[in-house]
């Protein structure tokens, strides 16, 4: 991989002031887990908290990539300045175009205060949260007034790429069945803005109703999760759900709650990407050890008990004695 010429200093500076280029080396060295991305994102560090982050999530196909262009537009007009890190496989944006789609991003990919990347998926060493998180820091750095982060609603690298957004929108559409369940089961955490995109399709009003009647179960809420219908490809109602993101915010702001959120998940992102390096320095600890692969095998024919075997394993690799979670008393 080439680093072109980009020194800690140049690339510091150049996401500082916003350079395109420079956020574009930024994030692919974050990408990449390059350790010269490591210490430009140690020196921006300090400048950063300044943007508002917002989480679009929800199952393929609903329409999340559309809307967020949607909303970029919106807030084009109102002249702030945008950065938006997507991490759904399925509808990459990419130049001039959400791809395999007729909305041109054409505008936002030559406007300079716009900057937007789709983030890959395969192996980062801490998982994507980690590369999801230096990604948001760099366009938090580079004064991006707002950053949006795109992905889809499901598994648990996604569940932690999320939790780094202050506002979360969910955005479902009329058949999105399961994640309807999932709400309802309490699977899937209340989001604070629901979207339900594709009112143009007959059963929206059907959809609304059902969503609607979820979050009535739920009574002890400081802030009750408005639904908005939306038509992303033809920006039906992207201001009211613009509105509704903002009134969270503002909630947020008002209660000292921001703060508190930010705290918070911060410290979760730490420790998630903690646990997603430890798990990985474990599986090539045991990969890489013929006596720990000796210990599965016991436990798989059944001459070791499960915890002695993690005990040992434990033991070895993170020199951690009584400390692995089993009690000793
Ligand atoms: N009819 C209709 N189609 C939409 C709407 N929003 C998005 N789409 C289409 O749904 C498909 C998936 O959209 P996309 O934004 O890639 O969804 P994502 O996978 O959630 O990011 C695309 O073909 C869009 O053109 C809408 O409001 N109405
Ligand atoms: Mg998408």
């Known amino acids: ?18 350079d395109k280029r420079a956020l574009a080396r ?50 084009r007009g109102e002249g702030k300045t945008v950065g938006v890190v997507s991490v759904d496989p399925s509808s990459p944006f990419s130049h001039g175009a959400l791809l395999g789609d007729r909305i041109r991003l054409a505008d936002h990919f030559t406007d300079p205060e716009v900057f937007i990347r789709s983030m890959g998926t395969r192996g980062h060493l801490g998982g994507l949260a980690e590369a999801t998180l230096q990604a948001l820091l760099v366009l938090d750095a580079a004064g991006k007034e707002l950053v949006f982060v795109e992905t889809v609603g499901a598994g648990q690298s996604e569940v932690e790429v999320i939790g780094i957004a202050d ?27 629901i979207a339900i995109n594709k009112m143009d399709h007959p059963a929206a009003k059907t959809m609304l109703n059902e969503v609607r009647s979820i979050l009535s179960l739920d009574r002890e809420r400081d802030w009750r999760p408005p639904i908005v219908l939306t038509e992303a490809t033809r920006g039906e109602n992207v201001d009211v759900l613009w509105q509704k993101i903002s009134e969270h915010r503002a909630h947020l702001e008002s209660a000292g709650l921001l703060e508190q959120r ?7 992102e730490v420790f998630a990407v903690a646990s997603g390096r430890a798990k990985a320095h474990l599986v090539r600890a045991v990969e890489g050890d013929p006596e720990l692969q000796r210990l599965l095998d016991a436990v798989q024919r059944r001459e070791l008990d499960p915890l002695s075997a993690v005990r040992e394993i434990m033991e070895k690799v993170f020199k951690l004695g009584n400390e692995d979670g089993t009690h000793t008393r």
Do not use: F
């Open 167 to 193: 506002t979360v929108v969910l955005v479902l559409m009329p058949g999105s069945g399961d994640s309807v369940q999932a709400l309802k089961a309490g699977i899937m955490e209340i989001p604070d803005v």
């Open 26 to 75: 930024a994030i692919s060295l974050v990408e990449n887990g390059d350790t010269l991305a490591y210490d430009v994102v140690r020196d921006l560090y300090p400048q950063t908290g300044r943007s508002y982050a917002i989480g679009v999530t929800g199952p393929p196909g609903v329409g999340k990539s559309s809307l967020i262009s949607a909303l970029v537009r919106h807030v």
């Open 262 to 268: 930010r705290r918070e998940h911060l410290a979760g």
């Open 1 to 18: 991989m080439s680093r072109s010429d980009w020194t800690r200093e140049t690339l510091g500076a150049g996401v500082r002031a916003g």
